[in-house]
């Protein structure tokens, strides 16, 4: 499989806002969204009827009673699911938590970024902390620019999560940034996870990560069918969209 090297990647991140921008929580096939994180010959593609991640149900009137679990949309191997990729996984919670959740998200999916300020607060204190969930993000991003940012979260070492979380609350400033100033942008949001300007250059010239970051979206793709973000799989039972915390509830509270 052939992945795009560090020196393409920042072509690609100089481009034209708009062109990367246009990049939505559903894998469409266009080339401007995947530039960066080539999907592999064997992935299916994506009937043309394949809609992004359904927008999150208004918690404010969903009363919790009344939400039913969702049906899953494939089923795969808890161990197998659990088995690190060609990056680490960076788990929260109990290791020995009765119910595991991996998260695929892109940086730059704006469901991504509504379940992580909506739901995902709640979801932590509700199941996380109490050691019923133990909870994994790793990255399928669909743009250069969310896959530099999962290579700067990475290169943050035990800033992963708070970094991430920072991300996705400035989303529509870094992601949105014109193409000259797309690089400046995004130092200046990470720069509190203690980036020295050299560090950041580093980090984005770093083709092992790329290679490691596009692999993981690889193996999503070809082993859990993933095509849409942020995609859920709960223990070992795969979910598409950005469901509210009724759901979760739901889908959690039945397994235990």
Known sequence: MKFVSVRTMAALLAAPALALALSACSDSGD????????????????????????????QTTTAAADVKAP????????????????LPDLWLGDENAPVQI????SMTCGHCAHFH???????????????????????????????????LARCSGDNYYPLTDVLFKT?????????????????NTVKIAGFSQEAFDACLRDQKLLDNVNSVRNRAADKYGVQATPTFLINGKKYAGAMPIEEFAAIIDGME
């Open 31 to 58: 080339t401007r969204q995947t530039a960066a994180v080539e999907a592999p010959a064997t992935t299916t593609k994506a009937p043309e009827t394949t809609s992004e991640a359904k927008p999150a149900i208004d």
């Open 71 to 86: 049906e899953p949309q494939g089923s795969y191997d808890v161990a197998e699911v659990a088995t690190e990729g060609a």
């Open 102 to 105: 991996v998260e695929y998200a």
């Open 117 to 151: 300020e909506a739901t995902w607060p709640e979801l932590k204190r509700r199941y996380v902390d109490t050691g019923k969930v133990r909870f994994v993000l790793r990255e399928f991003p669909f743009d250069p620019r969310a896959t530099a940012a999962f290579m």
């Open 171 to 187: 989303q529509s400033t870094w992601a949105g940034a014109p193409g000259d100033d797309f690089l400046k942008t995004l130092y």
